[in-house]
C-alpha cells in the first residue's frame, strides 16, 4: 500500500456530545484528580491525542481517551461505560445518547471526508476511481455500516455512484468486503493502525476510509 486518493463523496461531520452538565474549580487539578473520559471516534485518534496532551500540561487534569467505531462506542455507554465526553464520527449516534436523556445535544466540531486507500498495485486517480471500484477484479473493503459510520458513509458514497453509472450501488453493495468496525472485526497486532495493516495484508485493493484515516495508513506506510 503506497499510496491514495479523495473518493467523491460529500465531507462528514464530527461531533461532540457531553454527559450531563458539570462545572470545575478554576486553577489546576489535583494530580489525583479523575481523568476525564472520552469516548471518541478512530479516525480522530491523532488530533484528539494531541489535544488531550496539550490539555493535561496545560491544566493538570489526566484524560483517558478510549478509541472505537462510533457506532460499538455508543452502545458501550449506553450499557453503563462512563463516557463523560463523546466525540463521534457522525451525527445519530450521540443525537441517540441524548434522546435517551442525561447528554447533552452534540455539537459539530469538525468535518472529515472520504478517501480511497489504493494498493499500489492498482492504477486509479479520482477520475478513475468509479470504474476502478467496479472492476470485477477489485476487491473494495469498507467498515461496517451501523457499528461505524465510516461504513455508512461507504453506502452513501455507493448510491451517489448509481446516480452516476446506473447499477452502480447494486454491484458496490454486492462486493464490498465489510473488513473493519464491527465487534469481531479481525485486529490488527500491536502498534500497527487497522487501515494500513488491511492493505498490507492484502484484505482488499482498495479501501474507502476517513482521509484522517488514509493519511495515518500512509505515514506507517510509505
Known amino acids: 500500500m503506497a499510496r491514495f486518493s479523495p473518493a467523491a463523496v460529500a465531507a462528514m461531520a464530527l461531533v461532540a456530545a457531553l454527559a450531563g452538565c458539570s462545572s470545575h474549580p478554576k486553577g489546576p487539578f489535583m494530580a489525583d484528580a479523575a481523568p476525564v473520559q472520552v469516548y471518541a471516534a478512530g479516525s480522530l485518534r491523532e488530533a484528539l491525542t494531541e489535544i488531550a496532551r496539550a490539555h493535561e ?23 453503563g461505560e462512563p463516557a463523560q465526553v463523546f466525540a463521534s464520527a457522525d451525527t445519530d449516534h450521540p443525537q441517540r ?5 442525561g ?11 472520504l478517501c480511497a486507500l489504493i494498493s499500489e498495485q492498482i492504477s486509479a486517480t479520482p477520475d478513475t476511481l468509479l470504474a476502478t471500484l467496479l472492476r470485477a477484479d477489485v476487491r473494495v473493503g469498507t467498515s461496517t455500516p451501523r457499528a461505524d459510520p465510516s461504513g455508512d458513509y461507504a453506502w452513501a458514497l455507493f448510491r451517489r455512484a448509481d446516480a452516476v453509472q446506473p447499477g452502480a450501488y447494486a454491484q458496490l453493495d454486492a462486493k464490498a468486503l465489510q473488513l473493519t468496525g464491527a465487534a469481531d472485526s479481525p485486529k490488527p497486532p500491536p502498534g500497527r493502525g487497522t487501515y494500513a495493516w488491511v492493505m498490507d495484508q492484502r ?4 479501501f474507502l476510509t476517513y482521509c484522517t484515516n488514509a493519511v495515518a495508513a500512509q505515514a506507517e506506510v510509505p
Open 57 to 79: 500540561a496545560r491544566t493538570g487534569q489526566p484524560v483517558a481517551l478510549t478509541f472505537g467505531a462510533s457506532g460499538l462506542l455508543r452502545e458501550r455507554i449506553e450499557k
Open 97 to 101: 445518547l441524548a434522546a435517551r436523556g
Open 103 to 113: 447528554w447533552q445535544p452534540p455539537t459539530v466540531f469538525t468535518r472529515n471526508a
Open 203 to 206: 484484505q482488499a485493493d482498495v
